[in-house]
């Protein structure tokens, strides 16, 4: 950091003291260029705020209206026990931007010296079909909670996206609703946690902050036809042609390939929620012109809090774009030039748990620090505590998401699962990563019987519909409407229900749906148990839907191990807030709340071996039948491999044959018109 300022030297530490030398003087000017962000005017270190309480400072002041002063600093070994942060701060008095600058974190010390007395974390959780807002305490206790829905586009289908001016003002209604209902005020805070759902994608203007198009959802797929294109052209025909470099196969669902969409298409992608507003720059034009800004909605987030002076991201979400190498945790110069995307447009990568900025000016959390980044499901694995090798938690919301901690090397698939980030705690801390796999359809099939077929009445009655039978009368559901995801990876997977009677009822068809769910849980838990070489003794559950006790019962029995749900299931909010409480001192790893069984509900095995054998036997039947229904990308590259071999062909052979015809027949018939 300290590098990024001119004029800063710092002379290290010596003597085993925390003392150093800072020495700046930034003479007047007119703008200054930090990185990718633009200071306004003039640069200064420190605040009076900050710099005023540590020994050895002085403050000569302003000269010539421009902010340049000299900071001496030297902190002696009688003062050895004082720890303090120093801060950059660059813009002016009414427009600044804080960037940490050095940090010695030697405990809760300095940060109780700094007055950072809130004893409070906020949690934005920004989800895929609605926003919350959870206040926590000093003791992990959830104090308040707030959410607002917000609608999903679908113009066409398969494509799902948002606006994300809609989804922002979603996560400022939850943050003035929590607020308001606990009466706190932004001091009572020590930091912000977000976790947010990954892979969806944003494109927006970095010198109006106005988005350049709607978000692009994960579960999108659209881009299926660029995707075609790629695998035909640049991959050789072969998904995990990137696996070994960023842990993921060639996917519609990553946020790489939806930003090489936006780079093509972007003319005809409308904003508003299909109001039919048009923004007036293309999202390619304005990367030509050095003003776009791509970021998952954490960045976008951010961006919005800080007044538009900070764009990062965590490095777990930085894992599920493509573009990071997942070795070294940065962005990847083959990556990011295999897809087209320049680097100056993404946002800055750091840990999870470490100050990104604070909010700014005027807004009800103003001087709050962001502190704690994690993508959704990475959070909810937080939440739950695994933090050892070999723990696994599945997270059952709009989708299915289960992970399993690895430790500190990444694992490398071969069962069709995804190697990611799992979480960083601290830039200096070595990272830990995760297998994954991923169901597209979990909640939002249920949404589906609810909204569209009419068969379910609301949430609440799932128990109630799926108890009317005890079993699904041999029906069986398999919800790939838009392809089957970890480990099939089958975009040519289509929705079948298959086993179907007279004798079948709406609650068998409701209760197909939850087993299906577990079903495609159950295929990802033997895949993960196979690539690590570890057996899964149990696995923690959160997420809204596991508020159904017949659904947990369902795993649990084809699984054959332990499920284990918490009193409280909100963990990737949770998740969050500990990785804000770990950077700003509130919290300490050594005393998670998760630990703690009071209140948990453990589900376990009812049938036999035999019984969960044959039904996954039958489960496997299904899903073969519900593939090859829309074309397969493999299928489409090899006709087009096949297409340029036969026009190839034909323009090496025919054309010259028919060439030739042509002019033996003009030439025929001149002589014989001549002739005659």
């Known amino acids: 950091m300290l590098e990024r300022v001119p004029g800063v030297e710092l002379h290290g530490l010596h003597g085993g003291v925390f003392s150093f030398f800072v020495r700046t003087f930034i003479a007047e000017i007119s703008e200054l260029s930090i990185g990718t962000t633009y200071a306004k005017k003039i640069a200064y270190i420190g605040t009076y705020h900050i710099l005023g309480r540590v020994p050895g400072v002085e403050l000569p002041g302003l000269h010539g209206g421009v902010f340049s002063f000299f900071v001496r600093t030297f902190i002696t070994e009688k003062s050895a026990n004082v720890r303090y942060p120093f801060y950059c701060v660059m813009g002016t008095q009414e427009d600044f931007r804080v960037l940490i600058v050095d940090q010695y974190s030697g405990g809760r010390d300095w940060h109780n010296s700094l007055e950072m007395t809130g004893r409070h974390i906020i949690a934005i959780d920004q989800g895929t079909s609605s926003s919350r807002c959870i206040i926590y305490d000093e003791k992990q206790k959830k104090v308040a909670s707030k959410s607002h829905e917000f609608p999903s586009i679908h113009l066409h289908p398969g494509w799902t996206e948002q606006d994300p001016e809609v989804i922002m003002s979603s996560v400022e209604q939850c943050i003035r609703d929590v607020m308001s209902q606990t009466g706190l005020k932004s001091e009572d805070f020590r930091g912000i946690g977000i976790t947010n759902q990954r892979e969806t994608t944003i494109a927006w203007d970095r010198h109006t902050g106005q988005p350049l198009s709607n978000a692009i959802v994960w579960l999108d797929a659209r881009n299926a036809a660029l995707l075609e294109r790629i695998l035909a052209e640049d991959a050789k025909g072969d998904r995990d042609f990137l696996r070994a470099k960023c842990g993921l196969p060639l996917s519609t669902y990553f946020s790489a390939v939806k930003i090489r969409w936006l780079l093509e298409n972007s003319p005809a992608v409308s904003c508003g929620g299909g109001t039919g507003r048009l923004n007036a720059f293309e999202v390619a034009e304005a990367v030509r012109q050095g003003r776009c800004c791509f970021g998952t909605v954490d960045s976008w987030i951010i961006w919005n809090l800080t007044g538009g002076t900070i764009h990062a991201t965590d490095v777990t979400n930085a894992s599920r774009t493509m573009l990071m190498d997942i070795n070294s945790c940065k962005w990847d110069d083959y990556l990011c030039n295999f897809f087209g995307i320049p680097k100056e447009t993404l946002p800055e990568i750091r840990s999870s ?264 036997d039958k489960w496997d039947k299904a899903v073969e039948r519900s593939l090859d229904w829309a074309p397969r990308t493999t299928d489409i590259v090899e006709e087009k491999k096949q297409e340029r071999t036969v026009f190839g062909y034909i323009r090496e052979h025919a054309v010259p044959v028919v060439v030739t015809a042509l002019l033996t027949t003009g030439v025929f018939h001149y002589v014989y018109y001549r002739n005659k």
């Open 353 to 616: 748990a470490e100050v990104f900025g604070t909010v700014r000016a005027g807004h009800v959390l103003e001087g709050v620090k962001i502190a704690g980044v994690l993508g959704d499901q990475q959070a909810a694995l937080v939440g739950q505590s695994c933090l050892s090798p070999g723990d696994a938690k599945n997270t059952y919301g709009t989708g299915c998401f289960m992970l399993f901690n690895t430790g500190n090397k990444p694992v490398q698939s071969t069962c069709g699962l995804l190697t990611t980030v799992a979480y960083q705690f601290g830039p200096s801390s070595k990272p830990a990563y995760a297998l994954e796999g991923s169901v597209a359809v979990a909640g939002v099939g249920l949404k589906w019987l609810r909204d569209r077929l009419g068969v379910l009445r609301s949430f609440e009655d799932i128990d109630a519909e799926a108890s009317k039978t005890d079993t699904t009368g041999d029906v069986y559901f398999v919800p790939a409407f838009s392809g089957l995801f970890a480990p099939y990876w089958r975009e040519d997977a289509r929705g079948t229900i298959v086993g179907m009677t007279q004798y079948t009822e709406s609650c068998h068809v409701i209760r197909a749906l939850l087993e299906a769910i577990c079903f495609q849980t159950r295929v990802i838990a033997d895949a993960m148990q196979k690539d690590s070489g570890q057996k899964l003794r149990q696995l923690r559950v959160d997420g809204g839907l596991t508020n159904s006790r017949v659904l947990l019962q369902i795993q649990s029995d084809l699984l054959g191990i332990p499920v284990v749900k918490p009193d409280d299931v909100e963990a990737t909010a949770f998740g969050s807030a500990f990785a804000a409480g770990i950077s700003t001192g509130l919290y300490t790893l050594n005393d998670t709340s998760v630990e703690d069984d009071t209140g948990k509900e453990v589900y376990h095995n009812k049938i036999t071996d035999r019984e969960r054998k044959e039904r996954m």
